[in-house]
């Protein structure tokens, strides 16, 4: 049977893009690669919405380049403040102190997210380096207002690293605009791409911190200094070797990218901020809470819903057997209590109306008839129709 995957990552791709995959392997040296990598590396560039930006695109997953991020640009004893949203800001603080940084958070509660102010308050204290924040958290489903927190890191000449993974080509996002040095994503969610690679935009700015730093940068794979050369290489049209390239994810990476940039940057992050309201017409509808606090820091990415009273993670095996793959909860402190639904990259009008219809079915096959059938679809069509 087919299910519709609706987990937040990795994600369902696009037709042509698994025809990228199924090519015969090209490789790393052949004419056509070069032309082909040289043009995944400036459409990176273009859906960043980042000019000004150096593209990385390295083999490996997005854990890898959260730490491309922090290896080149942390020595050790520099400090650094994460605003937390979540498990993968928790993940950031990491690798930050695994490089020799010195950490301070600023939380919110789960759910939540720090604001400006708080923020402000801290890095007005003085010494930080650098700020990290997580665009979309996928723990908790969290917006985090980056561009407000970008704001107050340039006015504190404060490097910033932001963390796309679950955000990237989904939710509304200006690198050069709003002054983020690194952007960094992975190629499994709203990129549209299988997952294994690591993807990063970075400013002139932080690509100058990295040339002052004085400790060597303590990962050879992760060192700038191996895959810039290889990056201008390719973008100049020439082959280079640092490590093998996954030639043919990144064929695949310059379907998708394509793909995104032909559909519209603002009409991408429209798309899901629609689908993102239909949503969350039906969670309202069937009485599901959101672990978000408020409207204004809920992704447009994904969902995370509380199980209702009576009902538990069973729920999640139980809209499987309806035909859509939803996840668990992540967040170590509440993950027993609530799921998750992503809905990023092709995400349709369609996939919105079966997997609400799916998650009713799954309730009421679980003997929670808070609603009548239809309700939450319902929700869904009105908002869509609106
Ligand atoms: N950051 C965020 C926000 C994520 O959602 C994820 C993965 N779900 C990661 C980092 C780590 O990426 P990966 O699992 O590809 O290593």
């Known amino acids: 049977m087919r299910d519709l995957l609706m987990i937040p990552g990795p994600v369902d791709v696009d037709a042509e893009v698994l025809q990228a995959l199924s090519a015969p392997v090209l490789g790393h040296l052949d004419a056509g690669f070069i032309a082909t990598f040289g043009r995944a590396l400036k459409r990176l560039r273009e859906v960043s919405l980042a000019p000004s930006a150096q593209p990385f695109v390295v083999s490996g997953s997005g854990t890898l380049a959260m730490e491309l991020a922090v290896a080149n640009l942390v020595e050790p004893g520099d400090r650094a403040l994460v605003v937390n949203t979540g498990y993968f800001s928790d993940r950031m603080a990491h690798i930050l102190e695994r490089h020799g940084a010195q950490v301070t958070h ?20 003085g010494g930080f380096k650098l700020m990290t924040v997580t665009h979309v958290d996928t723990s908790t ?25 679950c955000a990237t ?20 969610k709203a990129v549209g791409v299988p997952p294994g690679l690591a993807l990063l935009t970075v400013s002139p700015r932080a690509l100058d911190a990295w040339r002052k730093r004085k400790a060597p940068v303590a990962s050879v794979y992760a060192d700038w200094a191996e895959w810039l050369p290889v990056m201008e290489a390719y973008e100049a049209g020439k082959p280079s070797y640092f490590a093998t390239p996954p030639t043919s994810l990144v064929c695949a990476l310059d379907v998708s990218l394509g793909h995104i940039l032909a559909e519209g940057m603002e009409a991408r992050f429209e798309r899901h901020r629609r689908m993102a309201r239909a949503f969350r017409a039906a969670w309202s509808a069937l009485g599901l ?3 978000p606090t408020s409207d204004a820091v809920a992704a447009n990415t994904l969902s995370a819903l509380y199980y209702p009273e009576g009902v538990d993670a069973s729920l999640v095996g139980r809209v499987k057997a309806q035909g859509v793959a939803i996840a668990g909860g992540l967040h170590p402190e509440l993950k027993t209590r609530y799921f998750r639904v992503g809905h990023m990259n092709r995400v349709t009008a369609a996939d919105v109306l079966s997997t609400v219809g799916a998650i009713e079915r799954a309730l009421h096959a679980g003997g929670h008839r808070a609603s009548a059938a239809g ?8 908002s869509l129709s609106a």
């Open 169 to 188: 080509a989904g939710e509304s996002f200006q690198q050069d605009a709003w002054g983020a040095d690194v952007y960094l994503t992975a190629s499994q």
């Open 106 to 125: 600023v939380r919110a509660p789960p759910g939540g997210a720090p604001d400006a102010a708080q923020v402000e308050a801290e890095l007005r204290k």
């Open 289 to 291: 809470r959101l672990l």
């Open 141 to 165: 489903a969290v917006l985090a207002p980056v561009e407000e927190l970008l704001k107050v890191a340039r006015h504190h000449g404060v490097l910033s690293v932001v963390d796309g993974v």
């Open 375 to 382: 309700t939450g679809v319902a929700a869904a069509q009105a």
